[in-house]
Nanobody, 115 residues
Framework: VQLQASGGGLVQAGGSLRLSCSVS????????MDWYRQPLGKQRELVAS???????NYADAVKGRFTISRDNAKNTVYLQMNSLKPEDTAVYYC??????????WGQGTQVTVSS
């Protein structure tokens, strides 16, 4: 199983980015997909999740600004990030899990928001 994250970059505060995570080597639709982020020197934190049925959940810090979605036909999960803030700066990781523990991780993509 491989997860390939992409779409990070440098953006000014207030801007937008869309992250993608392409999954291969498995039946994508059976996995709950998560986006995590890890700011430099801090712990990794859960940002958003989407279940096999398409239900979503968000961290309070990103509610109303970020949207997670999945396309089972393309084996891809997305994270649309709007109204970005400097505190959103982090390495963003996608993860796949069946239950509670993450089974597979992507390689991470850097998001930098300048003030």
């Amino acid at each position: 199983v491989q997860l390939q994250a992409s779409g990070g970059g440098l953006v000014q505060a207030g801007g937008s980015l869309r992250l993608s995570c392409s999954v291969s080597g498995t039946l994508f639709s059976i996995w709950t997909m998560d986006w995590y982020r890890q700011p430099l020197g801090k712990q990794r934190e859960l940002v958003a999740s989407t279940t096999t049925g398409g239900a979503t959940n968000y961290a309070d810090a990103v509610k109303g600004r970020f949207t997670i979605s999945r396309d089972n036909a393309k084996n891809t999960v997305y994270l649309q990030m709007n109204s970005l803030k400097p505190e959103d700066t982090a390495v963003y990781y996608c993860g796949a899990r069946r239950f509670i523990r993450t089974d597979y991780w992507g390689q991470g993509t850097q998001v930098t928001v300048s003030s």
